[in-house]
């Protein structure tokens, strides 16, 4: 199984958006609606932003949201703040109880 | 509150076996999936296998014949172990709690260096 794709960066001024993506196949993230992102920010153990492609786990800003068309699933940031500059994973259920992570976003804001 | 804590060498011999401890407290480790996830410093994140409280197993193909994860339930810990070590095993190990298909708890990590 391979890593899905996301772009390596992404930036945004205080208060705009940004969106990022994360591009598999239709044996991954085409098939399954188990997509997750997790944030991470240096020296910390990432943090789970979405799961199930949509939700949002208890104490998680809803400037977060996720969304998923065919084989590439999305995570905006609305209202990017600093403390939302950090390295961003998406991962993907992948049947056979197995997972695939994305090869990862650092999100700046400018 | 859940919490998970990684555990063992911080230094392998290359040709040797890895071998960590996630210690589970707050909860049983009876009630759900426990995965392996690993980042080679400075790199993205990979998952390496999940294992249930029965001892039921699943690996990262790309992993599995050098891979075993184990679970002790009288401890509340599983554990993994990484035969035949190269530097490209060099990581920071974190040990993951599942929900449905996700990682909503992780530990804080440990790093492991292969070299002799």
């Known amino acids: 199984q391979s890593a899905l794709t996301q772009p390596p960066s992404a930036s945004g001024s205080p208060g705009q958006s940004v969106t990022i993506s994360c591009t598999g196949t239709?044996?991954?993230?085409?098939?399954?609606?188990?997509v997750s992102w997790y944030q991470q920010h240096p020296g910390k153990a990432p943090k789970l932003m979405i799961y199930?492609?949509?939700k949002r786990p208890s104490g998680v800003p809803d400037r977060f949201s996720g969304s998923k068309s065919a084989n590439t699933a999305s995570l905006t940031v609305s209202g990017l703040q600093a403390e939302d500059e950090a390295d961003y994973y998406c991962?993907?259920?992948?049947?056979?109880?197995?997972?695939?992570f994305g090869t990862g976003t650092r999100v700046t804001v400018l | 509150q859940v919490q998970l804590q990684e555990s063992g060498p911080g230094l392998v011999k290359p040709s040797e076996t890895l071998s960590l401890t996630c210690t589970v407290s707050?909860?049983?480790?009876?009630?759900?999936?426990w995965s392996w996830i690993r980042q080679p410093p400075g790199k993205g994140l990979e998952w390496i296998g999940e294992?249930?409280?029965?001892?039921?197993?699943k690996y990262n193909p790309s992993l599995k014949s050098r891979v075993t994860i184990s679970v002790d339930t009288s401890k509340n810990q599983f554990s993994l172990k990484v035969s035949s070590v190269t530097p490209a095993d060099t990581a920071l190990y974190y040990c993951?709690?599942?929900?449905?298909?996700?990682?909503?708890?992780w530990g804080q990590g440990t790093l492991v260096t292969v070299s002799s």
């Open positions: 993951a709690r599942h929900s449905g298909r996700s990682f909503p708890v």
């Open positions: 707050g909860d049983s480790i009876s009630s759900y999936y």
């Open positions: 294992i249930y409280y029965n001892g039921a197993t």
């Open positions: 239709s044996s991954d993230i085409g098939d399954y609606n188990y």
């Open positions: 199930d492609v949509t």
């Open positions: 991962t993907s259920f992948v049947g056979d109880n197995n997972y695939v």
